[in-house]
């Protein structure tokens, strides 16, 4: 049975509310949650601050919204002010948005292509869909987490963070395009994640064994 995974990320719920009328409207479930402590989040999109909300959909259903929000998109491009940011990126800059799609904004991408087109430089649905492909590609290599993040769990082991951020290496995931789900870290990393889980576990049934033993 699918389940419902994270689709889009924003900052308030004003900022979301464009894309739950999309998915209303073309009849697609979805969940809407907000939430106040996630830093991946801040990361992510540089929030000032970690409250946000996000936008679930099944994973079956990821093909069809990306569409919907690419051609609301297109039929938006027409409105966009004159001083609208991107229209000041050189070709360069403009090709690196179609590379990153997920970076950007449905919007951000559909202009992109549009002023492209513009000055001679055509992008292909097959070129779209080889660059999308190629994306999923380099996202699916899982990557070790950082020293500096393993240092500070074992520092904080005793205070029990240690395993707040061992659980996190252990089971972070990221989302694909087509809605499938992958670890975030590598192997290695995650069992290092789980150490830092079990490790306080560990001392506490030591501490209590020690307490029996001293009491008899």
């Not at 919907?68 to 297109?74: D, F, I, K, S, W």
């Not at 609208?84 to 948005?97: G, N, P, R, T």
């Not at 670890?183 to 889980?197: D, F, M, T």
């Amino acid at each position: 049975m699918e389940e419902f995974i994270v689709f889009k990320r924003f900052r308030n719920q004003q900022e979301a509310a464009a894309t739950i009328q999309i998915l209303q409207n073309n009849h697609v479930l979805y969940e809407y949650d907000g939430f106040t402590d996630d830093r991946y989040f801040q990361i992510e999109i540089g929030a000032a601050s970690s409250k946000g909300c996000f936008i679930k959909i099944l994973p079956s259903s990821f093909e069809k919204a990306r569409k919907l929000l690419l051609n609301e998109a297109q039929n938006a491009i027409k409105d966009i002010p004159e001083d609208y940011y991107l229209y000041a990126f050189s070709a360069k800059e403009l090709v690196e948005v179609i590379q990153k799609p997920q970076d950007w904004s449905e919007l951000d991408y559909e202009l992109a292509k549009y002023l492209l087109a513009e000055q001679g430089i055509e992008i292909s649905a097959e070129q779209e869909y080889d660059i999308l492909v190629q994306r999923d590609k380099e996202r699916t290599t899982p990557i070790s987490a950082s020293w500096q993040m393993i240092v500070i769990g074992f520092l904080l082991i005793p205070l029990l963070y240690g395993a707040v951020i061992g659980w996190e290496i252990a089971t972070a995931e990221k989302v694909l395009s087509n809605g499938q789900k992958i670890p975030v870290y590598n192997e290695q990393s995650r069992i290092i994640g789980k150490v830092l889980v079990a490790a306080p576990l560990l001392i506490i049934f030591v501490s209590i064994f020690m307490m029996v033993i001293e009491s008899r």
